[in-house]
């Protein structure tokens, strides 16, 4: 390797040329590990063979069985060596190449008498690859010696034993619990990092068992912490046992509040913003509370290192969410963020800003993005558009302006996901706000006159052919639509067809016209084309043969396909599988929809933007709740579903069964869809019912019941429960559950139930229907407008005492919750210091009856809160139903 | 948990590559993402310089020494400043084992005490020694200096 005539000015050059482990190759590393059996052993020799094998593995390159258990074999050689430096390498290379349960047995003796070494460093490291490459069986030979180490007065010996206890933890619960007593002495260690290890190990173990913890964060905020990792740790601990606990009822102040406060004064900045983080997150934190840890964060805005700005900005980024005006002092400081050379800073600072703005600083702030947006990739673009989305709901009059930018972006260079998050937000605007529709659908048409993804054309033609029609002047947007049928790609021409043939359907004055362009493309050069074409220029005319009636025609167009695509596919497959003269039956394909298996559903989260492949479109969950509900005969009489809650969960986090329950709301009916979860992977369910009790829940009385047949391992499963109620009367009421089932046991090696199973039960949570649960959140755009014409003849005004409250926020926020409303124009929002707040709320009450409420929040002298409450709607017993629900909650 | 730590020479080539509780399918897309992330913004940035990164739920610090460039990938407890922690024991470790900042050739040829540094430094996605000097004793299979 030594070139002994090049120059010493060349050295360079030379480093890069002679690389050690220049044309490395796996088979000739393996040839030269053959020294691992000489009887001589050459300790160097034999750790430049491990660093190759270790730059191997390093580099991704992986070893065959067989090449892997002749190494193992051969670096087990490697013990009889006494050379110090070898033996290092030959832990961590035992611990690479992580040997199978069979070939373990050579190593251990080797390892057990390290670990029972007097050199502690030979125990130490023993222990760690003990516990690497160990089973069940022998760690409880070894258990013992493990113990011993956690106390073991060598930090290092102690650290090994306590990390390998977090490790084991996973796989080995019930032996490390037995090791509480030596791992709380080991809290106690005088060594930084093992009190940190040890801290981290013991909250695992008894994260359960919440007086326990309790009792660990009380004695150690008192006592001394001495790594800031550890501080850190016991920061989070703490907030765990603060939401827990609640506040002190008798003093009014949050236990633990002073010790979070004082580690905002800590030296290791580590230490500051964790504890500025769990301030920020307590529940129902006050102004007050929250004050000091935005002062420090806002400090760290200016900070020279990008990690601490970072943070710093993520934190407050998080606070915006709930406490805008908290943040609202930041701003000037967020705002010089903006021009950030690190872009991840940049994006926050800038969604922040959108989510604390006020609607006079909109402008401002859309003339600042539009030059940032044009130096950021696209996964940065896609967080902006979707802050601009919410920033445009809560400020619906500024609509214009965010459109426009809206659609100007649009036009600019990105890829798929930038655009789709584009046109998915100003749908989401049009439908939402009614004014900005036909703007909105014109910037999606001059859109697709130059768009390069098939995908969101046909998305935006469906959408149009939807809402296109009910506009003002619907033919304006014909010319886009046939221009697709004669510039694009077979897909895209035969969703325009369609769409072309739904403006037909709709609007009386354009058919002659679109019969016309729909006789054009008889001449497509593409058969689905054609075809769309013949079908809906029969649809239309009207001769019978296709549909008979106008509303069947509609419906026919309009209507959802209401069979899961999977379950079409697969009976499509079957079919083509075995011939039959018998034409195929759509009525055949089973509706009700599969759940996905866990895994599956749970995200990967650490996936790199740009890297997988793009999220499914977005679909609406009551569109899934009506489908599923429908295909459910039981259930199909029920009518048009008002609304679904959101999921309440009826267990707690990391039990046996995991239960959530969603209430859909009929008029005369109400349904609970409970959805369960077996998280015992050695047990099968079967016949999963919820037996519900209704003695507190006078008006509602028991129906029916669907149970679930079977309840895999891992594989969620739904069975529901429905209750006939007074028609249209917001009932109220509190029903108890307890799941019951038989249960079978598994046998985890071939996955086979057991054929006897026993009967069992299981306590869940009550649940309860509110006044809430009847109305929907609908905004309006223009509150005022509407609440003018809907008039004051179902008007209906009262004045209410709320008594002694937290703050203006919270009152606002409880009298928002109990009615289950939409804000409208940001109204949720207080500004802080006030004395009066008004906030104004819409929303459907079942029966479909619009309701809106003019709520206005003041303090007197003895901080007594007061509220008028003024509620208009369509009819006024409902106005007076809203009175009910405030006085009776 | 310490998702990864991986180190790459000037060129985008990976010198050591540690994955912790990443699926096999998914490495692929890490490294190509992160010798990405060093290419774009690592031009002119001074030794041990911390930069950051996130997406989603997970975090991203990274620098440069001499002709290497590291990355430390975490998620949870392991956020942006756990991070900083982890990769700043990581550089002061390889400098001290190197003696100075590296050039490849340098680190290349510390390889093997540079892969017992990280073994001392990560244990399987946690973070098990802090100190240089403990570091560089431990590799020797030496007591700690305070013990």
Redesign the interface.
């Known amino acids: 390797m030594a070139q002994p005539l090049l120059k010493k000015d060349d050295d360079?050059d030379?480093?890069?040329e002679?690389?050690?482990?220049l044309g490395i190759e796996k088979g000739a590393v393996l040839q030269e590990a053959r020294v691992f059996n000489d009887p001589q052993l050459d300790p160097r020799r034999c750790?430049?063979v491990?660093?190759k094998l270790?730059?191997l593995l390093?580099?991704?390159e992986t070893f065959t069985k067989i090449e892997a258990t002749e190494v193992f074999f051969a670096v087990t050689k490697l013990f009889q060596s006494k050379d110090?430096?070898l033996?290092?390498?030959v832990y961590?290379m035992i611990?690479e190449l992580s040997p199978s349960a069979d070939e373990v047995i050579i190593v251990t003796s080797s390892l057990m008498k390290d670990m029972n070494s007097r050199?502690?460093?030979?125990r130490a490291?023993a222990i760690?690859v003990l516990c690497?490459i160990t089973d069940g069986t022998l760690l409880t030979q070894i258990e013992r010696y493990l113990k011993q180490a956690i106390v073991d007065?060598?930090?290092?010996v102690a650290?090994a034993s306590l990390?390998s206890g977090?490790?084991l933890l996973q796989t080995n619960p019930e032996i490390v619990k037995r090791w509480s007593n030596e791992v709380q002495e080991a809290v106690q260690s005088r060594?930084a990092?093992v009190q940190f290890?040890a801290l981290g190990l013991l909250h695992q173990i008894r994260q359960n068992d919440r007086l326990a913890v309790s009792k660990l964060v009380t004695s150690l905020t008192r006592g001394t912490v001495r790594s800031?990792?550890a501080q850190?740790?016991l920061i989070?601990y703490t907030s765990q046992v603060i939401r827990e606990s609640g506040m002190n009822n008798q003093t009014g102040e949050r236990p633990f509040y002073d010790y979070l406060e004082g580690c905002l004064r800590h030296k290791a900045?580590?230490v500051i913003?964790?504890a500025a983080r769990a301030i920020t997150e307590l529940s129902g934190v006050t102004s007050r509370e929250l004050n000091p840890a935005i002062t420090v964060l806002q400090l760290f805005l200016s900070s020279s290192?990008?990690?601490l700005r970072?943070?710093a900005v993520?934190t407050l980024n998080k606070v915006a969410m709930t406490h805008a005006t908290a943040v609202t002092n930041c701003n000037i400081d967020m705002e010089s963020l903006i021009s950030d050379q690190?872009r991840?800073?940049a994006t926050l600072a800038i969604t922040t800003l959108l989510k604390t703005g006020n609607e006079s600083s909109v402008d401002r702030l859309m003339k600042q993005i539009t030059n940032f947006m044009s130096d950021i990739a696209d996964?940065f673009k896609i967080v902006v558009v979707d802050a601009i989305r919410s920033l445009c709901l809560k400020f619906p009059l500024k609509y214009r302006s965010l459109m426009n930018f809206l659609s100007n972006i649009l036009r600019e260079e990105g890829g798929f996901d930038y655009k789709k998050a584009i046109v998915d937000s100003i749908v989401i605007l049009i439908r939402d706000i009614p004014d900005a529709k036909e703007s909105g659908l014109l910037h999606l048409c001059e859109f697709i006159e130059d768009c390069e993804f098939t995908y969101l054309s046909t998305q935006i033609l469906h959408f149009l052919g939807n809402e296109g029609p009910k506009t003002s002047d619907p033919s304006k947007y014909i010319r886009y639509i046939y221009n697709r049928v004669i510039l694009e790609n077979a897909t895209v021409r035969a969703a325009a067809v369609s769409t072309l043939a739904k403006f037909g359907a709709t609007v009386d004055s354009l058919k002659p016209r679109i019969f016309i362009l729909l006789k054009r493309c008889l001449f497509d050069n593409d058969d689905e084309v054609r075809d769309r074409a013949t079908l809906y220029l029969n649809t239309l005319g009207g001769d019978g043969s296709v549909v008979e009636t106008d509303s069947a025609m509609k419906e026919f167009l309009f209507g959802s396909f209401d069979i899961p695509l999977a379950n079409m596919e697969t009976s499509l497959k079957n079919y083509i599988q075995e011939p039959s003269e018998e034409p195929f039956d759509i009525d055949s394909v089973p509706k009700e929809v599969k759940s996905q298996p866990l895994a599956e559903k749970k995200a990967?989260?650490?996936?790199?933007?740009g890297?997988g492949a793009p999220p499914s479109a977005p679909t609406s969950a009551a569109d899934a709740y009506e489908k599923l509900l429908l295909s459910i005969p039981e259930f199909a009489s029920f009518g048009k579903l008002f609304k679904s809650s959101a999921p309440v969960e009826l267990t707690e986090a990391e039990t046996e069964y995991a239960v959530n329950v969603v209430k859909h709301i009929f008029d005369n009916h109400v349904v609970f869809q409970y959805n369960c979860t077996n998280t015992i992977p050695e047990q099968l369910l079967e016949n999963v019912v919820v037996v519900v009790d209704a003695s507190e829940a006078e008006e509602f009385s028991e129906i029916a019941s669907k149970p679930l047949r079977s309840l895999s391992y891992d594989s969620p499963g739904q069975t529901f429960v429905a209750f006939g109620k007074p028609e249209g009367v917001p009932a109220v009421g509190k029903f108890s559950n307890m799941l019951r089932f038989i249960v079978k046991e598994v046998d985890p090696s071939t996955g086979e139930a057991e054929e006897d199973g026993v009967e069992d039960e299981y306590q869940l949570e009550d649940l309860e229907v509110v006044a809430a649960d009847y109305i929907l959140k609908v905004g309006v755009s223009n509150f005022k407008n509407a609440w003018e014409s809907m008039g004051p003849d179902c008007e209906r005004v009262d004045e209410y005492g709320l008594g002694p409250r937290e703050s203006l926020t919270e009152a606002v926020n409880a009298v928002i919750s109990l009615l289950g409303m939409q804000p409208c124009e940001g109204t949720e929002v207080v500004a802080s210091n006030s004395r009066s707040h008004t906030c104004l709320l819409s929303g459907v009450y079942i029966g479909n009856v619009k309701v809106l409420v003019r709520l206005s929040f003041g303090i007197d002298g003895q901080k007594e809160f007061a509220m008028k409450l003024a509620v208009r709607s369509e009819d006024e017993s409902v106005s007076d139903a809203i009175h009910e629900i405030v006085a009776s909650g | 948990m310490l998702l990864a730590v991986l180190m790459a020479n000037s060129e985008g080539n990976i010198l050591v590559e540690r994955f912790n509780g990443v699926p096999a399918e998914e490495r692929l897309h890490w490294r190509s993402f992160l010798v990405k992330l060093g290419a774009d913004n690592l031009k002119g940035v001074k030794n041990e310089e911390l930069l950051v990164a996130s997406h989603k739920s997970v975090y991203i610090v990274y620098t440069v020494l001499g002709d290497v460039s590291i990355f430390v990938v975490g998620k949870d407890e392991y956020d942006e400043l756990a991070l900083s922690e982890a990769i700043s024991v990581i550089t002061s470790a390889i400098k001290d084992v190197c003696g100075k900042v590296p050039t490849e050739r340098l680190f290349l040829d510390k390889y093997g005490k540079i892969c017992l540094c990280l073994d001392e430094i990560v244990w399987k996605g946690l973070l098990e020694n802090t100190d240089k000097d403990r570091i560089k004793r431990l590799i020797r299979l030496k007591p700690p200096t305070e013990f």
């Open positions: 360079r030379d480093e890069m002679y690389s050690p482990f750790s430049q491990i660093t270790l730059y390093n580099q991704g110090v430096g033996r290092r390498m961590l611990k050199t502690d460093m030979y490291n760690r690497r007065k060598n930090p290092v650290s990390v977090i490790h060594a990092l290890h800031p990792l850190c740790l989070r900045e580590m913003f964790e290192k990008p990690v970072f943070a993520r690190n991840s800073i996964e990967p989260g650490k996936k790199p933007t890297l």
